[in-house]
């Protein structure tokens, strides 16, 4: 994309670690419309992410926040919530996340770069450095990726680092948003950014998450009622510590309780990894899912056998939509999985539905891309391979009227 390597602004930086410096900061950006943000946090050792700084640019100027030194910080999330100004991030799913913890709410107008690069045809997901690189043809050292944030003071190359996560955000941002426009994309952006945050949200909430523990995939109904009741009193326990929920109780000793279907603590005195005077909450919450009725148990989620026909479609419509998304610059990891593929191959199987989270059913893919899988799957549209050697080697044929039709229309 770019014909030469963009050369940054030496724009001021500005490091935030006092009220004052903050209410600048605040004050600057408020008379801006388009501000780069990034975050730096550690999330292991915690239930939510501990928040370590705050990295926001505009075009005039650079800021390091420092939470821990600035003092209380709603004015800026409050600046993020505006709709008129637009918040730039890269794989920004921890940054919506934290700006709803930290303040209740997501940014209001949100411009994901890593979604967009897909919307114009780059790879997706794309990482920053990669993105830098493509749109701009600048070259990031991303060495301090896996620091440790909440050590003071910071080191030099951490500094630099944190300020170069946003340097290039807005120059990337005009690049990619021209793009956009020009392929009249802005609106398919939109929705894709509205979806984000709302998954980025939603996952912090989920009432499926609790499906995810690992060895329950073969309990039967009523063990995983208890698993999922425990899931939820684990859960529950590590909010309030601000711990990882594994550090509460691993999967495995969630597992094993559940096939127990341990009713009183003293059913839990030879079980390893029970935390210590938490037995008899476990088996309350154990006996609550044993006193409900089998139908309100969670249905075990069984793998479907499909007809072999479903993998062969599938895989057709794979390559069908590798060649449209290049025709069309998307990046095809970004319109759907092979699962979604699938399922629109089942939909088309007598008594068959498109499952209600199919991307298929809405926007930008239901319209564009939808038909034209539906016109080779209902063999309204042939293939066939005309040049091998160019990134879109298939065409597309309105099939031809049979011997008999021919005749009868003789």
């Avoid at 910080?73 to 730039?88: G, N, S």
């Avoid at 794309?126 to 990726?145: C, E, F, H, M, P």
């Avoid at 939603?202 to 499906?211: G, I, N, Q, T, Y």
């Avoid at 160019?390 to 039709?405: F, K, Q, R, S, W």
Wanted: net charge negative; aromatic share 6%; charged share 25%.
């Amino acid at each position: 994309m770019p014909r030469r390597p963009y050369k940054p602004l030496p724009l001021p930086e500005q490091h935030v670690a006092d009220p004052s410096a903050l209410a600048a900061c605040v004050d600057h950006l408020s008379r801006h419309t388009l501000v780069g943000f990034d975050t730096e946090f550690v999330g292991e050792d915690s239930y939510r992410p501990d928040l370590c700084l705050i990295q926001v640019s505009t075009a005039e100027r650079l800021f390091l926040i420092d939470p821990f030194e600035s003092g209380p910080l709603q004015p800026f999330w409050e600046l993020l919530h505006d709709p008129a100004r637009t918040v730039i991030v890269h794989a920004g799913r921890e940054e919506v996340r934290l700006s709803r913890f930290q303040s209740g709410h997501p940014p209001a107008a949100l411009f994901d770069m890593q979604i967009a690069a897909g919307l114009i045809g780059l790879t997706y997901p794309i990482g920053y450095a990669g993105l830098v690189q493509t749109v701009l043809g600048s070259r990031l050292n991303k060495g301090d990726t896996l620091s440790d944030w909440r050590r003071r003071p910071l080191s030099d190359s951490q500094i630099r680092y944190a300020y170069d996560d946003v340097r290039y955000l807005i120059p990337a941002y005009e690049k990619v948003h021209k793009r956009l426009t020009q392929y009249d994309r802005l609106g398919w952006a939109a929705d894709e950014f509205r979806e984000f945050i709302g998954r980025a949200t939603a996952a912090d909430v989920s009432e499926d998450r609790w499906r995810r523990v690992k060895g329950s995939g073969g309990l039967g109904r009523r063990e995983l009622a208890v698993v999922k009741a425990v899931y939820e009193w684990r859960d529950g326990v590590a909010e309030r510590r601000n711990r990882p929920a594994r550090t509460v109780m691993r999967d495995d000793v969630l597992v094993e309780v559940a096939r127990r279907g341990a009713r009183a603590p003293d059913d839990l005195h030879d079980l390893r990894g029970i935390p210590r005077g938490e037995a008899e909450a476990i088996t309350r919450a154990v006996r609550a899912a044993n006193a409900l009725p089998l139908s309100q148990c969670p249905p075990r989620v069984m793998s479907e056998q499909d007809p072999p026909q479903v993998a062969v479609l599938g895989s057709l419509l794979n390559v069908v939509l590798t060649d449209v998304c290049e025709r069309l610059r998307l990046a095809q990891s970004l319109v759907c999985s092979m699962q979604d593929l699938k399922d629109l191959v089942r939909a088309r199987q007598p008594g068959g539905e498109l499952p209600g989270d199919s991307p298929f059913r809405t926007g930008w893919r239901q319209q564009v891309i939808l038909p034209h899988l539906e016109r080779v799957l209902d063999g309204n549209l042939m293939v066939r391979v005309t040049n091998s050697q160019t990134p879109a080697p298939l065409e597309y044929i309105e099939p031809i009227a049979d011997a008999e039709e021919e005749e009868g229309a003789v």
